[in-house]
C-alpha cells in the first residue's frame, strides 16, 4: 500500500520516501523532511533552510543554504562562499562526493588532486552596494543593478528618433479656488439660462392664450 502526500524532489531536500511493512500498515509513504533545527519542515513552510554541506559533514560552505527546493535554496543563500578561493576549491574537489542512499559516505572516493578546473573567486575590492551577506534574492530582486542613473534630453530624442509629429498630454490636478470658482460659475450661468428660458416660456404661453381669447371673441354669435 501507497501513502503519498506530495512527491519528492529529485535531490530529496523536501520530502523523504520512508519504506515500510506490512505491520506499519504502509510499503511506501512521503514525509516532510524536518531540518537540522528540527523545527521546520517543508509541509508548513517554504521557508526551511539549513546550511549547505558538501563532501563529509564537517564541511559546511559559508553562505550557502539548502531549502525546500533547489530554487527556494538558491534564493535564501548569499555569494559569500565565492569571495574566498578556498571555497571554490572545496566545492571542485567533492563534486563527484556521493552519499549512498543509507547516508553513509561513498566507498571509494578519492579526492583529485589536481582540480578539474579553476575558477577565479570574486573580488571584494570591486565597490558594490550589495555586500557579500546579501542574499540572491535581494539582488534579484534589485534587478542586479548597481546604480540606476535616469538622464533625461529631449534634445537626443529627437535627433535620434527623428518624430514626424509630437502630441502630448498636460495632466494638471485642479486647486480648491478652482473648484469652487468653476461651481459658482456653472451655478451662476445656470441661473442665468433658466431665468431666459422662464421668461421666454412665460411670454410664449401668455401669447398662445391672449390669440386664443380673441379667436373665442371673433366667432361667438350676437343675440
Known sequence: MFKVSLLPAAFNNDWLLQYGNELNDYLIRSVPRVFINSTCNCAVSDMCQEPLRIGPPHLVLPGLVKGCSPIDGLQMSTLECFFSADCIATILTYLEYYTQMDGSPPA?????????????????????????????????????????????????????????????????????????????????????????????????IQSCRDRLSIRQATVQPIS
Open 108 to 204: 571509494h572516493f578519492v579526492p583529485p588532486r589536481v582540480l578539474p578546473l579553476w575558477l577565479d573567486p570574486l573580488d571584494n575590492s570591486t565597490p558594490s552596494r550589495f555586500s557579500p551577506n546579501t542574499s540572491i534574492s535581494t539582488i534579484i530582486s534589485e534587478l542586479l543593478v548597481e546604480q540606476l542613473e535616469t538622464i533625461i534630453s529631449y534634445e537626443n530624442y529627437f535627433s535620434s528618433c527623428a518624430p514626424t509629429m509630437c502630441r502630448y498630454e498636460y495632466v494638471k490636478r485642479n486647486d480648491i479656488l478652482y473648484v469652487i470658482t468653476s461651481v459658482l460659475s456653472l451655478y451662476g450661468g445656470l441661473t442665468i439660462i433658466l431665468r431666459c428660458i422662464t421668461w421666454n416660456s412665460v411670454r410664449i
